[in-house]
C-alpha cells in the first residue's frame, strides 16, 4: 500500500543511490524506504558512488559523510563542480552532528541532512520531499 503522502508522485520513475561503507546502515536504510516502488541502487563508499552516478544518473543521492578514501563532504564537492551532475538531489545521513558539519554539507549543496540514528519517518518524509522539489522543477 502506497502511504497517502506520495499518492499524488509516480515514484516509480525515480531511482536513488544510498551511499554508506557500513553494510547495516545500507540493510537499514533500504528496509526503511521497501514501501517506495523506486530504483533502489547502494555503493559502499564515495568512489563507488562516483562510478555509479557516471554509470547511471540517479534522481536522489543518500550519503553518508564519514568513509575512508573520498568522504561525502568530496563526493557532493566533485558532483557540484560537474555540470552533468550538479542538479542531483543529495540528502547527508550522518552521525556527524556538529553545527560545523551540518552547515558545511549545506555550503557544499547538500539539500538536507538527516541525522543517526536515522528515525524512520523523517526519512521517509524527507525523501517524499525531495521526489516532490523534483517533480515540481520538471
Do not use: W
Request: hydrophobic share 45%; glycine share 4%.
Amino acid at each position: 500500500m502506497t502511504p497517502f503522502f506520495t499518492q499524488d508522485i509516480d515514484l516509480s520513475k525515480y531511482s536513488v543511490l544510498a551511499v554508506d561503507d557500513i553494510p547495516l546502515n545500507i540493510f537499514l536504510i533500504k528496509k526503511m524506504l521497501s514501501k517506495f516502488d523506486f530504483e533502489f541502487r547502494t555503493a559502499n563508499n564515495g568512489q563507488e558512488a562516483l562510478d555509479a552516478v557516471a554509470e547511471k544518473k540517479p534522481d536522489l543521492i543518500l550519503l553518508d559523510l564519514m568513509m575512508p578514501g573520498i568522504d561525502g563532504f568530496e563526493v557532493i564537492t566533485r558532483l557540484r563542480a560537474n555540470p552533468e551532475t550538479a542538479d542531483i538531489h543529495i540528502v547527508i545521513i550522518s552521525a556527524l552532528n556538529s553545527t560545523d558539519d551540518i552547515a558545511r554539507g549545506f555550503k557544499l549543496g547538500a539539500n538536507d541532512f538527516i541525522t543517526k540514528p536515522i528515525i524512520m519517518e523523517k526519512l521517509l518524509n524527507c525523501v517524499v520531499t525531495q521526489f516532490k522539489l523534483i517533480e515540481n522543477k520538471e
